[in-house]
């Protein structure tokens, strides 16, 4: 279940706010790659939160090797060239049709990336989005913090609603993929497959 904030977070990468400050968060990611289904090399831990206008993405990507983490400068959407340092995204299916999602993600350069998903298999990398995004590093981690304005995604005018989510980190050293949902390999699909996000209300 997500919780809704009465004040919101500044967005600059430090998760200093006391919202951040909490036990609710998701860390049980799975390796996707490369051995696939297997404990992820670091923990991560996310926290999620919305208000009137937007969700809320606060993520603490913790390396036992900090110092090692390429921060390459890259810009933004350069998808070619996004496996040069590491990163964090979210994918959301805020209509909850399990076709089509929405992926923001942040690399530990601070560029962003977006794109879509469309039919469960396929994605458009040329689809823009206005979002906000900061990171920040620490001695045995790094920091990413994200707000995205409900006006950028697709929902319904239900008053209660349920989204479907999903949660991923890179780290390039490794060339490790760990997701809150990794999928055994012969499965097809991706936004039919997405955890959830309950309990939003009231948007806008």
């Known amino acids: 279940y997500i919780d809704k904030l009465s004040s919101s977070p500044t967005i600059d990468g430090n998760l200093n706010e006391q919202c951040w400050q909490t036990n609710n968060y998701i860390d049980d990611f799975i390796q996707d790659e490369p051995m696939n289904q297997s404990s992820p090399s670091e923990r991560t831990k996310v926290m999620i939160y919305y208000d009137d206008e937007s969700l809320y ?37 805020s209509y909850h049709d399990h076709h089509n999602a929405f992926e923001f993600l942040v690399s530990a350069s601070g560029a962003q990336f977006d ?69 055994d390999r012969e499965i097809n699909g991706i936004a039919s497959h997405f955890g959830h996000l309950e309990n939003l209300k009231g948007l806008p």
């Open 57 to 93: 993405v606060g993520a603490i990507l913790y390396d036992s090797k900090i110092e090692r983490i390429p921060k390459k400068i890259i810009k933004r959407d350069d998808w070619e060239n996004s496996s040069m340092t590491d990163w964090f995204s979210i994918e959301v299916d």
């Open 115 to 183: 794109d879509i998903i469309y039919d469960d298999i396929s994605r458009d990398g040329d689809w823009d989005g206005v979002w906000y995004s900061n990171i920040s590093f620490d001695k045995d981690c790094w920091y990413v913090e994200m707000k995205i304005p409900f006006i950028v995604l697709r929902f319904s005018n239900n008053s209660k609603q349920k989204w479907g989510i999903n949660l991923n980190r890179y780290l390039s050293r490794n060339n490790e993929q760990i997701s809150w949902v990794a999928l």
